[in-house]
């Protein structure tokens, strides 16, 4: 539910009015829009233009020395007008109080300063109360957005594509979460297609059912491993000497399976359950928990046939030699034409993909859907987006492609990775290595193990969400798990510095948040760090506005500079008993944000390390 103290009802308290609300402005959770809506209604007054017009023209400020929020004059100009005459009398005419105590024109820009005893008084007590609800919206209509991630194929090894999709769709959907959504976090696995067949193959050559059990990803690896070991064998046979192929089997078992053959589908059954149980042990150290395992195995044939119809019956389908084709370079020439169906009748990845979605619409009605894939499926999440478009869902609006660029170089001592489980293993233990070497350090920490895990993952993750997703980039265990520099345990030593302040000082005998005197907050380093602080609901509404992570870790390691140049200047051991506590609520208002950004991310923020 909303906070009843929310920003507005602070300023209140403050005996300042509230600012009239601009549509789609949401001045109870975020400062800034309280500011936007403030100074939309001043200008108006002064400058008679329309309050949205204003509104839209104002942009948040890159370097505090040119204020806090900005608007280039021109952007409101009409025809003949000057803007930095407008500049310098709108400037004039602005009242200064405790919203804004500056307000300065240069050249054709008119620039805002936030008033200290805005960030201190009302931004401050609002964070701590609002403790991880801070950034958070509550939106009365709440839309459901499912978001498909991860999607590794069973038996098949889970590469850095993979790794990808889990680490970005993990933050996307807590971020629409924290933003009022309804997610529904889905796993669409590879479990169906002709490699079962192959793996049955293999499973009956090679198969231990013990083996399956204790390690049911490995096993079936291996068995992966040999059939195709033995599959390259024969190719390099005489086809006439050879008769049934590994192929010819495997085909012949997939359409048992495609058919519904119990006896075919029961050991394909085991080999996904298995799978499935040892992956949710693995994302939940991602802090990744599933509401749907879907996969390619789960689309209903009759959700298919009726896009099979609906194309043949507006034209769209042309057949050749049994197979069919939609042609899709009518509609844009770079999509050109795609196999739909084989001649065998069985279908294909492309074709159960669109039943799928299909289906999801059927059982989740959602407002969006996110597919999260590598940009190497750029072009075939086109092909299938526009043939939801042909079939004219009117859904079919509502899908986004959330790409990624490649990693090179992923590996570990063992060798090239295959499963996720040994990249988050291998963090992890070098990461407790290193905090070995340490002994001063290991003398301290309760739980080295757990928090070695959290640090190795934490490193991992911010390598991966740092740049642009768009972005390649090269795996590098060095670089990511120096303590030093804009990495992940960076981050996680910033937290644990907050939380033993926080735990160093007795905070019971500190009082209510009410009787803080948060006015002594006045040194340069501390209106730095309230007004990153401010900023945080609006970096979280341009993250997910561009499902852009980077946004939010670029802004994470700012907070973390911030909070460290205050260790310098503002003391709180020590200190007179007012000054410590003012200071100290600074420092955990920090932290709330701190760690509810780094648990958005997937990282486990450490209290010790
Ligand atoms: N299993 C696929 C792969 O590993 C990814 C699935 C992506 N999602 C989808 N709806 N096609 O390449």
């Given at each position: 539910s909303p906070l009843k103290r929310n920003l507005t009802f602070r300023l209140q308290q403050e005996g300042i009015e509230i600012p009239k609300n601009v549509d789609g402005s949401r001045q109870g959770e975020n400062i800034i829009d309280l500011l936007r809506n403030y100074i939309s209604q001043e200008l108006s007054k002064i400058s008679h233009l329309h309050p949205n017009n204003i509104f839209s023209a104002i942009e948040r400020s890159k370097n505090v020395k040119n204020g806090d929020l900005l608007i280039p004059i021109p952007k409101l100009c009409s025809k003949g007008d000057n803007a930095r005459e407008l500049a310098i009398q709108w400037s004039k005419n602005f009242p200064r109080n405790q919203i804004l105590h500056e307000v300065k024109s240069n050249g054709h820009f008119l620039q805002f300063f936030i008033s200290p005893s805005l960030l201190s008084n009302v931004l401050l007590p609002y964070i701590l109360q609002s403790r991880d609800k801070y950034g958070s919206q509550f939106l009365e209509d709440r839309k459901t957005i499912l978001i498909e991630f991860s999607s590794p194929n069973i038996a098949k090894p889970f590469h850095a594509g993979h790794l990808r999709s889990t680490i970005i769709g993990g933050f996307l959907s807590n971020l629409y979460e924290k933003r009022g959504w309804n997610v529904v976090r889905m796993n669409y696995l590879g479990?169906?297609?002709i490699q079962f067949g192959l793996l049955a193959v293999a499973y009956r050559k090679y198969g231990n059912e013990q083996l399956l059990k204790e390690n049911p990803i490995n096993h079936l690896f291996e068995l992966y491993v040999s059939i195709n070991k033995d599959r390259d064998n024969e190719k390099m046979q005489d086809k006439l000497v050879l008769g049934r192929t590994i192929d010819d089997e495997a085909r012949e078992y997939f359409r048992k399976m495609e058919f519904g053959d119990p006896e075919a589908l029961s050991l394909w059954e085991k080999f996904r359950k298995l799978s499935i149980e040892s992956y949710v042990n693995t994302y939940r150290r991602l802090n990744i928990k599933y509401d749907v395992y879907s996969?390619?195995?789960?689309?209903?044939k009759n959700s298919i046939e009726i896009a099979l119809k609906s194309l043949l019956n507006k034209g769209c389908i042309y057949e050749n030699k049994g197979a069919k084709i939609v042609d899709l370079s009518k509609h844009n020439e770079k999509m050109g034409r795609v196999l739909i169906q084989k001649s065998d009748g069985t279908t294909l990845y492309l074709t159960r993909d669109i039943g799928a979605a299909i289906d999801r619409y059927t059982n989740y009605k959602f407002d969006r859907m996110i597919y999260v894939i590598a940009s190497q499926q750029d072009l075939y999440a086109r092909q299938l987006f526009e043939i939801l478009k042909l079939l004219q869902f009117p859904w079919a609006d509502n899908l986004s492609h959330v790409n990624f660029g490649m990693v090179q170089g992923m590996s570990t001592r063992k060798g090239n990775?295959?499963?996720?489980s040994d990249i988050l293993e291998e963090a992890k233990s070098r990461v407790l290595k290193i905090i070995r070497n340490d002994v001063n350090k290991l003398s301290k920490i309760e739980e080295p193990e757990n928090v070695a895990d959290s640090i190795g993952i934490s490193a991992v993750i911010i390598q991966d969400l740092?740049?642009?997703?768009i972005n390649n980039y090269k795996f590098q265990w060095e670089r990511i798990l120096s303590?030093?520099?804009?990495?992940g345990p960076y981050l996680q030593y910033a937290h644990s510095r907050l939380a033993s302040i926080e735990k160093n000082?007795?905070?019971?005998?500190?009082?209510?948040?009410?009787?803080?005197?948060?006015?002594?907050?006045?040194e340069p380093e501390a209106l730095e760090l309230m007004k990153i602080l401010a900023h945080y609901p609006d970096i979280l509404s341009k993250s997910l506005k561009n499902h852009e992570p980077s946004i939010v870790v670029t802004y994470l390691f700012k907070l973390a500079h911030a909070i460290s140049k205050c260790y310098d200047v503002l003391w709180v051991a020590g200190q007179p008993n007012d000054l410590a506590r003012s200071r100290l609520s600074l420092y955990l208002a920090a932290k709330i944000v701190l760690n509810d950004g780094m648990k958005l991310l997937g990282i486990t923020p450490v209290d010790r390390m």
């Amino acid at each position: 539910s909303p906070l009843k103290r929310n920003l507005t009802f602070r300023l209140q308290q403050e005996g300042i009015e509230i600012p009239k609300n601009v549509d789609g402005s949401r001045q109870g959770e975020n400062i800034i829009d309280l500011l936007r809506n403030y100074i939309s209604q001043e200008l108006s007054k002064i400058s008679h233009l329309h309050p949205n017009n204003i509104f839209s023209a104002i942009e948040r400020s890159k370097n505090v020395k040119n204020g806090d929020l900005l608007i280039p004059i021109p952007k409101l100009c009409s025809k003949g007008d000057n803007a930095r005459e407008l500049a310098i009398q709108w400037s004039k005419n602005f009242p200064r109080n405790q919203i804004l105590h500056e307000v300065k024109s240069n050249g054709h820009f008119l620039q805002f300063f936030i008033s200290p005893s805005l960030l201190s008084n009302v931004l401050l007590p609002y964070i701590l109360q609002s403790r991880d609800k801070y950034g958070s919206q509550f939106l009365e209509d709440r839309k459901t957005i499912l978001i498909e991630f991860s999607s590794p194929n069973i038996a098949k090894p889970f590469h850095a594509g993979h790794l990808r999709s889990t680490i970005i769709g993990g933050f996307l959907s807590n971020l629409y979460e924290k933003r009022g959504w309804n997610v529904v976090r889905m796993n669409y696995l590879g479990d169906w297609g002709i490699q079962f067949g192959l793996l049955a193959v293999a499973y009956r050559k090679y198969g231990n059912e013990q083996l399956l059990k204790e390690n049911p990803i490995n096993h079936l690896f291996e068995l992966y491993v040999s059939i195709n070991k033995d599959r390259d064998n024969e190719k390099m046979q005489d086809k006439l000497v050879l008769g049934r192929t590994i192929d010819d089997e495997a085909r012949e078992y997939f359409r048992k399976m495609e058919f519904g053959d119990p006896e075919a589908l029961s050991l394909w059954e085991k080999f996904r359950k298995l799978s499935i149980e040892s992956y949710v042990n693995t994302y939940r150290r991602l802090n990744i928990k599933y509401d749907v395992y879907s996969g390619e195995s789960e689309v209903s044939k009759n959700s298919i046939e009726i896009a099979l119809k609906s194309l043949l019956n507006k034209g769209c389908i042309y057949e050749n030699k049994g197979a069919k084709i939609v042609d899709l370079s009518k509609h844009n020439e770079k999509m050109g034409r795609v196999l739909i169906q084989k001649s065998d009748g069985t279908t294909l990845y492309l074709t159960r993909d669109i039943g799928a979605a299909i289906d999801r619409y059927t059982n989740y009605k959602f407002d969006r859907m996110i597919y999260v894939i590598a940009s190497q499926q750029d072009l075939y999440a086109r092909q299938l987006f526009e043939i939801l478009k042909l079939l004219q869902f009117p859904w079919a609006d509502n899908l986004s492609h959330v790409n990624f660029g490649m990693v090179q170089g992923m590996s570990t001592r063992k060798g090239n990775v295959i499963f996720l489980s040994d990249i988050l293993e291998e963090a992890k233990s070098r990461v407790l290595k290193i905090i070995r070497n340490d002994v001063n350090k290991l003398s301290k920490i309760e739980e080295p193990e757990n928090v070695a895990d959290s640090i190795g993952i934490s490193a991992v993750i911010i390598q991966d969400l740092q740049s642009k997703r768009i972005n390649n980039y090269k795996f590098q265990w060095e670089r990511i798990l120096s303590f030093e520099g804009d990495t992940g345990p960076y981050l996680q030593y910033a937290h644990s510095r907050l939380a033993s302040i926080e735990k160093n000082m007795d905070i019971s005998s500190f009082g209510k948040v009410q009787e803080i005197d948060f006015g002594l907050l006045r040194e340069p380093e501390a209106l730095e760090l309230m007004k990153i602080l401010a900023h945080y609901p609006d970096i979280l509404s341009k993250s997910l506005k561009n499902h852009e992570p980077s946004i939010v870790v670029t802004y994470l390691f700012k907070l973390a500079h911030a909070i460290s140049k205050c260790y310098d200047v503002l003391w709180v051991a020590g200190q007179p008993n007012d000054l410590a506590r003012s200071r100290l609520s600074l420092y955990l208002a920090a932290k709330i944000v701190l760690n509810d950004g780094m648990k958005l991310l997937g990282i486990t923020p450490v209290d010790r390390m």
